[in-house]
DNA sequence: CCGACTTATGGTCAAGCTCACCTAAATGAC
DNA sequence: GTCATTTAGGTGAGCTTGACCATAAGTCGG
């Protein structure tokens, strides 16, 4: 910051928090990990998992503590990116609380273990909560829409969708990545090829025979990549625009 | 935010605070409103305009209310929006700040009239602030940087490089906007193809010579997309690759 | 072992887009 | 008029895209 002249006027006394948006693909559809508040308000109603942030403490720093305390998921090994600030005075009943919420994405991880601080957590799929089936505590779903458009627009520029995939995988796990994140069913034979003309995209190795049916796939670890020239981008095939967006 | 089990710990005392990376171009280069701080710390040196969040004041408001006070420039008529927050612990001498920097745009702009809080405020090129040959208060050089990185991208996926043109304007104007910003020259001609083949970026109305020589240009006003379909691209002629990025 | 089925991989082809040029048009300066 | 300059518009090779087809390599049920 960098007040220069009318240095007068007491900040206002603001909380800082961190809510974290964590998604993952489980059984083609996109997932998020919610928790159940139990305490007031909104005790009982789903919401995205979050904390203080602590003294001495960088806000990634929270969002890193936060994932492993209220979720049991390593910190690591997932990608981990801020989203944005929410500053609606009465976003919470409980006072001035300024969030910044974070977008993390992992493959399909094991879950809540009872006993722990995240037994309460759980994965939800994405879409009753788009339709309003599910409704979330305070302004959360609107940080998972912005979230989810984050990641879907990530996915056209950036290597992330590696990330929800567990190494090694196929052409065909990382397609399905696509086709749940962004909700439309892409050309299998297209798809490939452009994944693979990408270099740094994805790197070969060897053959697997997983499919209960069907020819093996050849298995893959992420390239060193960080951004896909060109990007990647939806819109092609079938339509997106009902839904959100 | 929504902590569930552990309530417990005290939420840190922070403050939060507003910084602006605002942008404009004058005479064909990018330039940046750094004010000259008057306190210390830094006293003297240049740094980013901003101030303090006030109670029931959303970071919208804030990044409002500053550019009007720090810059005297009208919050409307320029393109505002959330770029980050900055928490590293000791980003700031007098403290625990936390800031939440934006991204403003927009035209060669009236300057600071002296007498106001505007007074200490200037246009300065960008490029000799990425060389460091101009250094910036606080962590305010890395905002920059990120600041310029997201409105280079901005310039491929969304209609802002209008935010910058004074109304009405000739292709030539945002044809200048896009090479100061990326600091690279573009074709005019396949410039010029793609503003016009992407509907809703440029309306056109009737002619003006202003060119001191050559032929006279049509005339646009800002269309009505929001977003490139699409995008266009940085990358094809020169090279981009040494500088930053 | 055989054929049916499933999924992966690979190829083809027309349409569209990009980039690097080239040419014409419109103006002021001389 | 001629020239320099800038806008406007065109052309063609090369690449990418999307739709679609063909083949490969497995499993499964007989």
Redesign the pocket.
Known sequence: MSKTVHQRRPPASVAVAVDLVIFTVRDGRLQVLLIERGNTPYRGQAALPGGFVRDGETLDATARRELREETGVSADSLHLEQLRAYSEPDRDPRGRIITIAYLAIGPDLPMPQAGTDASAAHWTPVSPILDRQIALAFDHEEILRDGLERARSQLEHTTIATAFCREPF????L?QIYEAVWGVPL????F???V??TKGFVKPIG?R?L?????????FHRGLAEILT????R???ASISREEM
């Not at 196929?170 to 796990?173: K, R």
């Not at 050309?187 to 297209?190: E, H, K, L, R, V």
């Not at 499919?211 to 298995?219: E, M, T």
């Open positions: 196929t052409i065909a796990d397609r050309d299998p034979s297209n490939r090829r452009k693979l003309k053959e025979r499919p209960d049916i069907g020819r093996p796939a050849a298995l060109p990007p990647l981008m819109s092609g095939t």
